[in-house]
Nanobody
Framework: QVPLVESGGGLVQAGDSLRLSCTVL????????LGWFRQPPGKEREFVGA????????KLADSVKDRFQISRDSAKNQMHLQMSRLQLDDTAVYSC????????????????WGQGTQVTVSS
């Protein structure tokens, strides 16, 4: 098992920025490809973005690609989701996930999940 812990959620105003962190515990983050997901209230979980093991290559869902960025801080064993120009419909529980992918590959499925952190955007 690979424990993942999200942090950085909170209540923000529309138009604000927020940075979420996903900390990989007991393992080296460089051994994994990772992803961010979110689940708005009353809706299904959806893909937000992903980070490829062994590179800085990322991909983002069309709905957020102009506003969100994903990065990795290997020294801190953390992946970050930088969210800008937040909108009301960004309100969701945000979760990170990981897989033991080969280097330079995105996850085809996710084996490990965090508990999530709440992001609430108000007007």
């Amino acid at each position: 098992q690979v424990p993942l812990v999200e942090s950085g959620g909170g209540l923000v105003q529309a138009g604000d920025s927020l940075r979420l962190s996903c900390t990989v515990l007991q393992h080296n983050i460089t051994s994994f490809s990772l992803g961010w997901f979110r689940q708005p209230p009353g809706k299904e979980r959806e893909f937000v973005g992903a980070l490829r093991r062994g590179s800085d290559t990322t991909k983002l869902a069309d709905s957020v690609k102009d506003r969100f960025q994903i990065s990795r801080d290997s020294a801190k064993n953390q992946m970050h989701l930088q969210m800008s120009r937040l909108q009301l419909d960004d309100t969701a529980v945000y979760s990170c996930a990981a897989c033991s992918a080969f280097r330079h590959h995105f996850c085809s499925q996710y084996d490990f999940w965090g508990q999530g952190t709440q992001v609430t955007v108000s007007s």
